[in-house]
């Protein structure tokens, strides 16, 4: 078995799941959100946002193979290339920080190291750059129940496991608090603390979307709805 790591960019966007190629819950505000999901504008849209960021910041995320087949994805990004950030009511990301926005390894791939593997990649990207402090992610108190789709068609990481890898509450609240982690912790992980991340990014599985590829197992499309307004519990 084989794996190896791309940078995402326009033509890695395509073994995304179908879904992720056109959900824009980070990408753009929630009014802007809207009206591309109306018009049935939002892979164009996609594309253009990962074509903006490309060259205006760089590289924002890695996409993972096995066997040349796509089996996870990570996508990460200052805050400015995130707008849709800025609706939680824990917003904004600090200035020293990029948001990890959402990460995925496909049910198939769960428990082979792609998780640890991506998020390495994250950080490494990240010091090597210089200038970031952390990283910064919007985690999720509530656990899914039976049958229920996880937050946001699952663009949110659960907040127990962002705790149990290394990252801590920074401004809390009940529901969507948002959680740190200070990249130079990161570089003294020890192999439990990578052991977790795979479970971290194992977990978040993609439910059956209608519109997916047959045969592939898809996270539901975040439709222009928004998280709750500023205050909101």
């Known amino acids: 078995m084989s794996r190896r790591l791309e940078r995402l960019t326009l033509d890695t966007l395509d073994d995304l799941p179908l879904a992720c190629r056109s959900c824009l819950f980070w990408e753009l505000d929630p009014v802007r959100r809207q009206r591309v999901a109306r018009a049935g504008e939002g892979a164009a849209e996609k594309e253009g946002w990962l074509s903006r960021t490309l060259l205006e910041w760089g590289s924002c995320g890695r996409v993972a193979y096995v066997d040349d087949q796509p089996a996870g994805y990570v996508l990460y990004a200052p805050a400015s ?96 608090p948002r959680m740190r982690l200070d990249l130079r912790t990161v570089l003294t992980w020890r192999d439990e603390v990578e052991t977790a991340l795979e479970r971290l990014l194992g977990a978040v599985r993609p439910v059956r979307h209608p519109a997916a590829d047959p045969g592939r197992r898809m996270p539901r499309v975040t439709d222009g709805a928004g998280p709750p307004p500023r205050g909101a519990r």
């Open 81 to 176: 290339f995130v707008p849709g950030a800025d609706s939680f009511a824990t917003a904004p990301v600090s200035e020293d920080a990029v948001l990890l926005a959402t990460a995925m390894v496909l049910p198939a791939y769960a428990g082979s190291g792609l998780g640890r593997v991506l998020m390495q990649a994250v950080v490494k990207d990240l010091v090597k750059r210089g200038g970031i402090r952390a990283l910064e992610a919007f985690g999720d108190t509530r656990a899914p129940g039976p049958g229920e789709p996880p937050a946001y068609g699952g663009c949110l990481l659960p907040a127990d496991y962002l705790l149990a890898v290394g990252f801590k509450t920074h401004r809390p609240h009940p529901r969507y």
